[in-house]
Nanobody, 123 residues
Framework: VQLQASGGGLVQAGDSLTLSCRASGGAFTNYDMGWFRQAPEKERDLVSGITWGSGSTYYADSVKGRFTISVDNAENTSYLQMNSLKPEDTAVYYC?????????????????WGQGTQVTVSS
């Protein structure tokens, strides 16, 4: 399984940004997809997750109502739409995958990881 994240950048507070994670090497309709972030000197935290096929989702409290996770079956790609960005959203964002139904959707235990993409939100 290979995951390729992209879409990070430098934006201003209040702006929007969409991250993409293209997956290859598996039947991803049988997977959970997750997005994590890690700010400097902080732990990597699960931001959002989705079960491919069922539509079941999870959002951390800090992003509820602002971030939306989705998947595109045809493109084997997961998206994280981030609206109303805040400086505290600044972090390296990682996408991840695991076989679905092996963990609760809110579990941060994932098996496959993409490289990070930097998101910087200026005030």
């Amino acid at each position: 399984v290979q995951l390729q994240a992209s879409g990070g950048g430098l934006v201003q507070a209040g702006d929007s940004l969409t991250l993409s994670c293209r997956a290859s090497g598996g039947a991803f309709t049988n997977y959970d997809m997750g997005w994590f972030r890690q700010a400097p000197e902080k732990e990597r935290d699960l931001v959002s997750g989705i079960t491919w096929g069922s539509g079941s989702t999870y959002y951390a409290d800090s992003v509820k109502g602002r971030f939306t996770i989705s998947v595109d079956n045809a493109e084997n790609t997961s998206y994280l739409q981030m609206n109303s960005l805040k400086p505290e959203d600044t972090a390296v964002y990682y996408c991840a995958a695991r076989r679905r139904y092996t963990k609760p959707i809110q579990s941060p235990a994932y098996d496959y990881w993409g490289q990070g993409t930097q998101v910087t939100v200026s005030s």
